[in-house]
């Protein structure tokens, strides 16, 4: 009851001035409000645009890279077939040095750590 008897005796505090003055804090406040906002919305969009060009070229690397994929496996294929023929084509009976070279050289590019003692210790 307090509270509402002071709101209604505010209009007779203030003078012409003091109605001045709240009304240019009022439009000061309002203005930097509407600053603030068209900032906030400027950065969103700022933001925006440069996802925007990060994620066109990471898909213009994504699809090098599968072509290069692609490219790299076909050489892969067609190394391994090109070994396997090699060693395949070597007579079965006692293998020769060439096969076991041969052999050892496949073992090392698949990776293999622990090979015979014929592929000796440095290749």
Known sequence: ?????FI?????MLSPKGWIAVALLAAFLLFGAYCAHRAAQGERDHQASVTAKTEAMASSARETAAGERATDTIIINAREKELSDAVNSLPDARPSARRVRLACERLRQQGNTSLPAECG???
């Open 8 to 12: 209604r005796r505010i209009p007779g």
């Open 121 to 123: 210790p440095g290749g």
């Open 1 to 5: 009851m307090i509270a509402l008897a």
